[in-house]
C-alpha cells in the first residue's frame, strides 16, 4: 500500500543506454513531480505534471522525457545516458497546495 | 528566482542537545512552507508544514519550527535530539501564485553523537 512507488530502486547501466524509471502515486493526487539528487544531496526539481500537463520544466537536458499516461502515473525516460546523470531520483505527488510525497528514490549508476 | 538557504551545511551535536536549524528564502508573496528530514539512505519525510494561522508550528518526532514573516524565515528546532535524529534536513518552500513547485534548500546534515 506505498503511496509514491518507484522502480527500479537502482539502476546500473552503461554511458549510451536509453532507460526509464517508473512512478505511480495511489494517493489520488492531481499534481507529480520528478527531483534529481546529486551526490552533495541537493534536490533539483526536473519537471511537475499537474493533470496529465507539463507544468514545469526545468532547464532539463532534452534526453529527459516525462510521460505521464494517467495522473496516477509519471515515468521518466533518459536517452543516451551519461556519466553526470548519476544521481538519485525521486518522484513525488501532492495536491492542492499540500505538502509532496515521495517514493523511495531510484538510485542511477552510469558506468 | 526564488531560493532557499540552510544556514548551516553541517551540524554535530551530542545527545541531548537543543538543536536550531535556520531557513531563509527570497520570495515575498504567499509562500507554503515545509521541513523534510531525510535518514541515511531513505526517502524524504515530511517532518512539518505552515500554510498559515499560529506560526509556530508543531511536527512529528518532538520538532517544532516557527514562521517569522519579517524576516523570510522558517527556523527548525527540537529542545533535545537523540541519536535517531541523524539525518539530512531540508527546508522546502512553495508559492501559491506559482502553482505547485517545491524549492528545497541546499539541506544541513545533523550528526548526533551518542
Known amino acids: 500500500d506505498t503511496a509514491v512507488s518507484q522502480t527500479p530502486k537502482y539502476l546500473v547501466t552503461q554511458m549510451g543506454n536509453d532507460k526509464s524509471i517508473k512512478c505511480e502515486q495511489n494517493?489520488?493526487?492531481?499534481?507529480m513531480y520528478w527531483y534529481k539528487q546529486d551526490s552533495k544531496k541537493f534536490l533539483k526539481i526536473m519537471f511537475s505534471?499537474?493533470?496529465?500537463?507539463?507544468?514545469i520544466n526545468e532547464t532539463v537536458p532534452n534526453r529527459f522525457s516525462p510521460k505521464s499516461p494517467d495522473k496516477a502515473h509519471l515515468n521518466l525516460h533518459i536517452n543516451s545516458l551519461e556519466l553526470g546523470d548519476s544521481a538519485v531520483y525521486f518522484c513525488?505527488?501532492?495536491?492542492?497546495?499540500?505538502?509532496?510525497?515521495f517514493g523511495q528514490g531510484t538510485r542511477l549508476t552510469v558506468v | 528566482a526564488q531560493s532557499v538557504s540552510q544556514h548551516n551545511h553541517h551540524v554535530i551535536l551530542s545527545e541531548a542537545a537543543s538543536l536550531e536549524l535556520g531557513c531563509n528564502y527570497s520570495?515575498?508573496?504567499?509562500?507554503?512552507l515545509f521541513w523534510y528530514v531525510q535518514y541515511p539512505g531513505q526517502h524524504l519525510q515530511l517532518l512539518l508544514k505552515?500554510?498559515?494561522?499560529?506560526?509556530l508550528v508543531k511536527g512529528i518526532k518532538g520538532f517544532e519550527a516557527e514562521f517569522i514573516k519579517s524576516k523570510f524565515s522558517f527556523n527548525l528546532r527540537k529542545p533535545s535530539v537523540q541519536w535517531s535524529d541523524t539525518a539530512e534536513y531540508f527546508c522546502?518552500?512553495?508559492?501559491?501564485?506559482?502553482?505547485?513547485?517545491?524549492?528545497f534548500g541546499p539541506g544541513t546534515r545533523l550528526s548526533v553523537l551518542p
Open positions: 505552515y500554510f498559515s494561522g499560529d506560526p
Open positions: 520570495y515575498g508573496g504567499t509562500v507554503n
Open positions: 513525488a505527488s501532492s495536491q492542492g497546495y499540500g505538502e509532496a510525497f
Open positions: 494517493l489520488g493526487h492531481d499534481t
Open positions: 505534471y499537474n493533470n496529465k500537463e507539463l507544468i
Open positions: 522546502a518552500v512553495s508559492r501559491r501564485d506559482y502553482g505547485q513547485n517545491f524549492v
